[in-house]
């Protein structure tokens, strides 16, 4: 059963006389759990819905639209699926404590793993999970795959009775699903000849595995460090040099580089970035992997709109580790636009000096930076650090920010996605 919680104006779902807080039962005669039913059930252009209104009438409607017209319904957020690991490494075990509710939910979800990029480990799938990815086509999956031998899996998610992934990814390919994958790397558990055998063992697999991405593991003050550390320079100097040795080959056997390693690998490393063109179509980039060559290519991309910038003064704020590289960035937008540009890194007040991603900064960080600052006429934040619902990690809302700030300020990914808030 899928509650509505938004009926469109005009829409199909208003006029046969559906409304917030109505039930929907079945489509076809078959239950509905998801989204994920509701939208393939309801993909041809006429079905039967069964369904319960909020005064408890249950109506069976007989649906006929014209072709790809939508039915106009906003469904209320499926239950997330909750995580059956234990990693030492979990973010929500470095959290500190009295943040909202959320944050503190292992989620692992093939569902949200599907729609919106979250990685997943795929441990926690029942029968019926494996046979609606496999009916509905899922693909592609976001897959945290960490090590492909089964003892080490095990070991790291802290979960027994994690399947075996390699089965797992080859039983979906077999009915045609791709993978993103990610090695979270853990020094001395899955770094080196494991890491080794996890690249080969997912190149085995053949085209499904569309790529692998190798993630450094990242810790706050609040982590457990007694049970795992973060890599050191030289280990992650290692898994660069491998990522580069499987580039090649990749390239020539399957036209693409395959084996990327995130930022963090590689600024943990000393090692510069490679350049944009090394990262193909981005398709990790949410999760870190070339993010930096990606926001200077939509600076490039973008530049006749950044005329709109002026002779403006604005303050770009973000963490210490982009704050290395986000020179290289401004000199191209001042060059681009004429204003000037302020670079404010911030060390984060609610995790610690260690982690350093801009995405992390809570709301209070940029206050403390921004409330004296009245000789700027813009300050730009991370978009990333807030949410959609415009809250920072600390609950501080980007208006409630605004409103103790002297300049306007604008969360933003790309710079060009701030410009409508500049010009207007
Ligand atoms: S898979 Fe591991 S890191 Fe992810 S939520 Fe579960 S315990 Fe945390």
């Known amino acids: 059963m899928i509650t509505v ?3 469109g104006e005009g829409t199909i779902a208003e006029q046969i006389g559906l409304v917030p807080g109505t039930e929907l039962l079945s489509v076809d005669g078959r239950e509905l759990e998801d989204f994920l039913d509701w939208e393939f059930l309801t993909a041809e252009d006429r079905f ?9 009438d249950e109506v069976e409607y007989d649906i006929e639209r014209p072709a790809h017209e939508p039915i106009g319904l906003t469904l209320e957020p499926p239950r997330i699926r909750r995580c059956a690991n234990r990693c030492d490494f979990c973010f929500v075990d470095g959290l500190p404590e009295g943040l909202r509710e959320v944050l503190y939910i292992r989620d692992d979800d093939y569902r949200l793993s599907f729609r919106y990029g979250n990685f997943a480990t795929l441990t926690n799938l029942k029968p019926r999970d494996t046979a609606r990815i496999i009916e509905y086509r899922l693909s592609p999956l976001y897959v945290s795959v960490h090590a492909t031998d089964p003892v080490v899996r095990r070991w790291l998610l802290r979960n027994p009775a994690a399947p ?3 089965e797992q990814l080859r039983a979906f390919a077999a009915h ?3 993978f993103h994958t990610q090695v979270v790397m853990s020094p001395g558990v899955n770094d080196g000849a ?3 055998q996890t690249l080969s063992d997912l190149w085995t697999l053949g085209a499904p595995v569309l790529n692998v991405s190798i993630v450094p593991v990242g810790l706050t003050e609040f982590s457990q460090h007694d ?5 050191t320079a030289s280990e992650c100097a290692a898994a660069v040099a491998l990522v580069h040795r499987w580039q090649p080959r990749a390239l020539a056997e399957r036209r693409r580089r395959w084996a990327y390693g995130a930022d963090e690998l ?4 000393g090692l510069p970035l490679p350049p944009a063109a090394d990262y193909g179509d981005f398709e990790q980039v949410e999760n870190g992997v070339g993010s930096v060559r990606w926001l200077q290519e939509q600076v490039a991309a973008a530049q006749t709109r950044f005329r709109a910038w002026e002779g403006k003064r604005i303050g770009v704020c973000t963490g210490t580790s982009m704050g290395a590289l986000m020179p290289e960035v401004l000199e191209k937008l001042t060059a681009a636009s004429g204003a000037q540009f302020e670079l404010i890194v911030l060390e984060n007040p609610l995790f610690g000096t260690r982690v350093t991603t801009a995405g992390l900064l809570p709301g209070r960080a940029f206050r403390e930076a921004l409330r004296a600052r009245g000789d700027l006429d813009l300050a730009l934040l991370p978009g990333e650090a807030v949410n959609d619902l415009g809250l920072f990690l600390d609950d501080l809302s980007i208006d409630a920010l605004a409103a103790t700030v002297p300049m306007p300020v604008v969360a933003s990914k790309t710079f060009a996605d701030a410009l409508p808030e500049v010009t207007a």
Not at 48 to 56: E, I, K, Q, T, V
Not at 266 to 269: D, I, V
């Open 5 to 7: 919680s938004g009926v």
């Open 48 to 56: 039967l819905l069964h369904a319960r209104l909020p005064g408890g």
């Open 164 to 166: 075996d992934i390699l």
């Open 176 to 178: 045609g699903i791709q």
């Open 194 to 196: 494991i890491l080794e």
């Open 227 to 231: 049970r795992c550390r973060e890599p």
């Open 266 to 269: 590689y600024l943990r490393a």
